[in-house]
C-alpha cells in the first residue's frame, strides 16, 4: 500500500506557472512509474503526464505537451509536475497516481493501469 499527498495547487492566471508535488510513502517509489492526471467539473479523469521509475522516459497528453513537464526525485519519493502557459481550461482536480506494475518498460496511460491516488489539488486558471 502506497499513500500519495498531493500539493502545489491554486489560482493563477493564463500564461502564468505552478509546481505540482506528490510525496509517496509506504512502499519502494524507486521501482515504480508515476503518472499525473487531472479532472475538471463533468469530465472524466483524464491522463496528463507519466514518467518511468527510473526517470529516464516520459509521455505527455497532446493537450499539455510543451507547457507541462513531468520529473521525480526517487531520493525524496517525489514527482513533480512544473506546469507553464497555464490556460483556463487546464483548470481541474490534479491527482497523481501510481502505476500497478513495477518497472514497467512501456508507460502506462490508462487509469486502470494506476493503482493509488493522492486526494488531488485544485488548480485554477482565470483568463
Known amino acids: 500500500q502506497v499513500q500519495l499527498v498531493e500539493s502545489g495547487g491554486g489560482l493563477v492566471q493564463a500564461g502564468g506557472s505552478l509546481r505540482l508535488s506528490c510525496v509517496a510513502s509506504?512502499?519502494?517509489?524507486?521501482?515504480?512509474?508515476m503518472g499525473w492526471f487531472r479532472q475538471a467539473p463533468g469530465k472524466e479523469r483524464e491522463f496528463v503526464a507519466a514518467?518511468?521509475?527510473?526517470?529516464?522516459?516520459?509521455y505527455y497528453a497532446d493537450s499539455v505537451k510543451g507547457r507541462f513537464t513531468i520529473s521525480r526525485d526517487n531520493a525524496k519519493n517525489t514527482v513533480y509536475l512544473q506546469m507553464n502557459s497555464l490556460k483556463p481550461e487546464d483548470t481541474a482536480v490534479y491527482y497523481c497516481?501510481?502505476?500497478?506494475?513495477?518497472?514497467?518498460?512501456?508507460?502506462?496511460?490508462?487509469?486502470?493501469?494506476?493503482?493509488?491516488w493522492g486526494q488531488g489539488t485544485q488548480v485554477t486558471v482565470s483568463s
Open positions: 497516481a501510481t502505476d500497478n506494475a513495477p518497472f514497467r518498460v512501456v508507460l502506462a496511460a490508462r487509469v486502470g493501469d494506476f493503482g493509488s
Open positions: 509506504g512502499r519502494t517509489f524507486s521501482s515504480y512509474g
Open positions: 514518467i518511468s521509475w527510473n526517470g529516464r522516459s516520459t
